[in-house]
């Protein structure tokens, strides 16, 4: 049954979803924010994991979260229209197309400078939020709660409907994103990784590929930017704040490049201990989410996906059969061979 469930994308995404939702109508209005939170924030880390793959690392991903709840706020705010899915929707798709317009700059860079330019690039954004009395400034903005299809559910129900929203938004999105890691593109950003040359033997441009991945990264940050935005019901420049692109690459570090599910799981891991470590060390939470940080570097250096992926790996590679050795009287010898013949 198990087995019937992970070879089936679909089918997985949607047991997830479920098991998801009928375990959040048992918990408390705070750990619904909570677990909305790392779910939303889940699909920021999913885009850093495709820029993993192409051995890129983004240090200003807090540029697309920041700008996707600023969408999210301000178009609310302006139009009267709450509805989560559109202003979702909005917001990703306002940050997948930045995205692809700084990403035909941005494509020309490797390492460092590809990771400093995000950087760059985050905090004039944060200075320039920081600056714009006419969002807010230091202040931000505040947000109405949303509808969903023009429903607007009462306080005592708010918690939850936002939750099963936000479950159904993470599973379609990866799932949709487990489907392109295995297209013609999700593949070609391995070979960008590990072999650019080749990659442009094939015939397929390094470039275009970089700039397709790393839009879709944004749209992804901008997506997880909005859903934050609705459920926090304001919002900061601090989103695009250096420390908050830290935080996600520490998530996408912790995660691995070599699963969805992973994804989601390093965020909720990382939003726990951070909740822990606020609760019961209120003056020195740095301190436990930095040994957090040098414990998972050390003893995960591939991130948590990286231990499903070598148990699959070792179930794939052990022999259905038992070793000559171990299969008693009916094992086979060298002298039954020869007798064959």
């Avoid at 939020?129 to 949303?146: E, F, N, Y």
């Avoid at 070609?188 to 275009?208: C, F, M, P």
């Avoid at 935080?247 to 390093?266: H, K, Q, R, W, Y």
Wanted: hydrophobic share 55%; with cysteine.
């Amino acid at each position: 049954m198990i087995q019937a469930v992970t070879s089936s994308p679909p089918l997985a995404a949607l047991v997830c979803a479920a098991a998801l939702m009928a375990v959040g109508l048992m918990l408390p209005d705070w750990v619904l924010f909570t677990a909305s939170l790392a779910l939303a924030k889940g699909l920021v880390v999913l885009g850093l994991v495709l820029l993993l793959r192409m051995g890129a690392v983004s240090f200003g991903q807090g540029m697309y979260y920041c700008l996707g709840a600023y969408i999210c706020g301000l178009v609310g705010n302006a139009t009267g229209v709450q509805d989560a899915l559109f202003l979702v929707i909005l917001s990703g798709l306002g940050c997948c197309v930045l995205g692809a317009v700084l990403g035909v700059f941005l494509s020309a860079y490797r390492g460092v400078f590809f990771a400093m330019f995000n950087l760059a690039l985050s905090m004039i954004l944060y200075g320039a939020l920081l600056k714009a009395t006419s969002v807010g400034g230091s202040d931000g903005i505040g947000i109405a709660p949303p509808s969903y299809f023009g429903l607007s559910p009462s306080d005592e129900y708010r918690s939850i409907l936002f939750y099963a929203f936000v479950v159904v938004v993470a599973a379609v999105v990866g799932l949709a994103t487990r489907i392109y890691m295995r297209s013609e593109l999700g593949l070609a950003a391995l070979a960008v990784r590990d072999n650019e040359i080749r990659l442009e033997y094939l015939g397929l441009s390094v470039r275009r590929v970089i700039v397709f991945n790393y839009a879709i990264a944004a749209g992804l940050a901008g997506l997880g930017g909005g859903l934050v935005a609705l459920v926090s019901g304001h919002i900061i420049p601090e989103f695009a704040y250096w420390t908050t692109s830290g935080e996600f690459v520490f998530m996408t570090v912790l995660s691995g490049p070599s699963s969805i599910i992973a994804a989601f799981g390093a965020t909720a891991l990382f939003e726990t201990v951070r909740l822990v470590a606020g609760q019961y060390l209120p003056n020195a939470w740095q301190l436990m989410l930095g040994a957090f940080l040098l414990l998972s570097i050390l003893f995960l250096p591939n991130g948590i996906g990286a231990l499903a992926a070598g148990r699959r790996r070792t179930d794939a590679e052990a022999p259905d059969d038992p070793p000559p050795s171990a299969a008693g009287d009916g094992a086979e010898t060298p002298n039954a061979k020869e007798d064959a013949r």
